[in-house]
């Protein structure tokens, strides 16, 4: 990445400026909503556990909201989805400084119940890493520690990037590198919707963006990010840029069921 901006160079890709904006314009649209001038803490709320039950649904493991809401689901990884959904609204001004922590923490909270006490926000020493989603092997614990020195480095930097293409690389980087060798996928997620937070494009988180993932062929759109094709990386941001389009007509509907009452 000798690049000065390579994050810069991704959003002009072919058919990203389009999909980033629609999607911009999509959540301008929702901060307009009347209902936000008095609910705003209580969409965010729903719209977070929306995000948590979706996040977990994209990993196999998928229960109903309503079971949620009355605390009737004990499946580690649908708690671990919760923790680190209520974790992001702590960790948001830390992002920016010191991401490193951030990535620790939020797989501390997503792993409990899943990874042994003391493999709990450190990186994976094992080559071996879980492929729930059928991406193939990961790299290899040394290549995956220079991989995401790499990705601290471009968090870091400045960039003219919109936030959509800087969540969606750190969100995929996450993905495919499997850097803890459990709950990866929370943890992605996790950080892809709080650089969205922290970087100015949903600063009150409520976007449901999870839910734009479950309902989009996620697991698809992230092989065609590992072919490293300008096409692939590109096809990944605008599934990036589609699930915040659907994450906002999830928020939307929540906005209108407070508004009925």
Sequence with gaps: MSDPDPLAVVAQLPGVPEAVDEARQAVDRLYRHRVLRRASPAVSTESSLRGA???AAVEG???PLDALRRDEVHDPLVQGALRAS???GRMGSTWRKAPRQVLARLHAVAAAGLAPQEALGRPRTSDEAPDLLSLGPAPGAADTVARMEGLLDLLERPTK???IVLAAVVHAELAVLRPFGTADGI????AGRLTLVEYGLDPKSLVAVEVGHLELPYADALR???EGSAEGVAAWVQHCASAVTLGVRETTAICEA????
């Design 61 to 63: 493991v998928d229960v």
């Design 161 to 163: 990037a919109p936030a």
């Design 258 to 261: 407070l508004q009925r009452g």
């Design 53 to 55: 039950r979706a996040s």
């Design 86 to 88: 209520a974790e992001m």
């Design 187 to 190: 943890v992605a997620r996790s």
């Design 224 to 226: 065609a990010y590992l």
